[in-house]
Nanobody
């Protein structure tokens, strides 16, 4: 079982990034997908969630209207499109698959700075 995030990096305020989370070793479509983030000195927070079929999404208030979560079950991948990025979005972003068991990725750093 593995979740591997990619797509993080350094971006200027107002810029965009797309994070990907590739899953393997389990029936991905049976699991909800979630993106969390953790900034230095802060608790991990749920950023966005999507159900197994991809028809239902939820967002934290701080990212609503700027971030979009999606998934492609044929590719066993969940995405997080992040637009209009702000310095306060700087954090390590983690993906998780939630279902019969919970699986976590290793995290990818997103830094928003000029």
């Amino acid at each position: 079982v593995q979740l591997v995030e990619s797509g993080g990096g350094l971006v200027q305020p107002g810029g965009s990034l797309r994070l990907s989370c590739a899953a393997s070793g389990f029936t991905f479509s049976s699991y909800a997908g979630r993106w969390y983030r953790q900034a230095p000195g802060k608790e991990r927070e749920l950023v966005a969630a999507i159900n197994g079929a991809g028809g239902t999404t939820n967002y934290a208030g701080s990212v609503k209207g700027r971030f979009t979560i999606s998934r492609d079950n044929a590719k066993n991948t969940v995405y997080l499109q992040m637009n209009s990025l702000k310095p306060e979005d700087t954090a390590v972003y983690y993906c998780a698959a939630v279902g019969t068991h919970d699986y976590w990725g290793q995290g990818t750093q997103v830094t928003v700075s000029s």
